[in-house]
């Protein structure tokens, strides 16, 4: 039945009508009425104090997951080398099993991927689950789905991170979803609640505006994709490292008779890896344009670096999405980012305020960019760039 009001007890006093936050309670005849799109939150229930309000919803109780422990890492690798975000997300894992009292655990699925594995001995990880098989290469989602869900399965992992990477964002909901796990995507900060030991995972909402903190207690594993750049690499002594090698019978797999990869075409094209670049010069509004990037691109020529861009820039089309800087793009955190024509609103900042050194040109002296900068130039970037190149030069 769900919600409903004993009218005898009623008095109109329109507490309830004010507190509904889904416009959910009308009030007729002085008495309050639930109305069908009641969603039984509750909030209703607690501040009548004629205790008029009733409800037959059993209170959800958190289960009993005393046997899932351990913070464990979903690895990584192309070609045999560990793609940046695994040692990202395993020096994350090092903080959070700190807090826990747990361990690092690792899962490595693939081919040949017996070598990275004292780097993740070197990196915290303590124990790791090896998946090799030769239909493991090339990777195929559905395939790669159901051996880590198996391995999962049997090792009971309080915490599954993985990195937010293209293979990542597609494999983590196909997970969840086989391990009737909840998932919060897109991930940059991750915490221990002291009271209640779970994990907080805290994420840009509604297009970067705000960040939301999310916390799974129905289900577990609790699991969270991690944005690349994030978290920092943490070496530790790797020599307790348990490794594992876990075996999986998937030749006969239906998804695998129902498709086969017959050439794999490599994009020619210069990947881009902001979260690895040692100099960041980026440009906002304030250039103008395709003319103010051409001074970027030179400035970053001139110190080996990369160009990235705000929101802005890339809805306008003056940089591509993969060099966007902020909440709802990359966060980095290079030697040097300098900021060019760019205000310094709070998601842009998110996403390099960790840069070691920050150099700031606008023309608006009271842009919040100045905030977080080292250095700050107030000025034209029309002008300062090409000084500061010719300066470089001299």
């Not at 309000?53 to 289960?63: L, N, Q």
Request: one cysteine or more.
């Amino acid at each position: 039945m769900g919600v409903w009001v004993e009218f005898e007890l009623c008095n109109g006093c329109r507490r309830c009508l004010k507190v509904c936050p889904y416009e959910a309670v009308a009030i007729k005849d002085d008495k309050a009425v639930i109305l069908e799109h009641c969603t039984v939150c509750g909030a209703c229930i607690e501040v009548c104090r004629q205790e008029a309000i009733k409800s037959d919803v059993a209170e959800r109780r958190i289960p009993d997951f005393s046997d899932y422990r351990g913070v464990w890492v979903l690895a990584e690798a192309r070609g045999g080398e560990l793609d940046p975000v695994t040692l990202e997300l395993l020096g994350a894992a090092q903080l959070l099993a700190q807090d826990l009292g747990q361990e690092v655990g690792v899962i490595l699925p693939g081919k040949n991927i017996a070598e990275p594995a004292p780097l993740l001995a070197r990196f915290g990880a303590v124990k790791i689950c090896l998946i090799e098989d030769d239909l493991l290469e090339p990777y195929r989602v559905e395939t790669y789905a159901e051996v880590v869900a198996g391995v999962v399965t049997e090792y009971k992992p309080e915490i599954l991170l993985v990195g937010a990477t293209s293979r990542g964002r597609e494999l983590a909901p196909r997970l969840a979803r086989r391990l009737k796990a909840g998932l919060t995507a897109d991930c940059t900060a991750l915490t221990i609640d002291p009271d209640e030991k779970i994990l907080l995972q805290t994420r840009p909402a509604f297009g970067g505006n705000i960040m939301a903190t999310i916390a799974s207690r129905y289900s577990r594993p609790q699991m969270a994709t991690v944005r690349p750049g994030v978290m920092q690499p943490c070496e530790c002594d790797g020599n307790r490292a348990e490794i594992i090698n876990v075996s999986v019978n998937i030749s006969e797999s239906p998804v695998l008779a129902a498709s086969k990869v017959l050439e794999i075409v490599r994009q020619a094209r210069r990947q881009v890896r902001l979260s690895e670049a040692k100099v960041i010069v980026a440009g906002g509004r304030g250039t103008g344009g395709a003319t103010g990037f051409k001074l970027i691109e030179k400035l970053a020529a001139e110190f080996g670096g990369e160009v990235a861009g705000t929101r802005i820039a890339v809805e306008e089309g003056w940089v591509p999405v993969e060099r966007q800087v902020g909440q709802t793009g990359q966060s980095v955190r290079p030697e040097l980012y300098i900021a060019c024509g760019i205000s310094g609103a709070v998601q842009h900042r998110a996403g390099m305020q960790n840069s070691r050194y920050i150099i700031a040109i606008n023309k608006d002296p009271g842009a919040p960019i100045f905030a977080v900068a080292d250095w700050g130039i107030v000025g034209d970037l029309h002008q300062i760039i090409p000084e500061m190149i010719t300066q470089i030069n001299s």
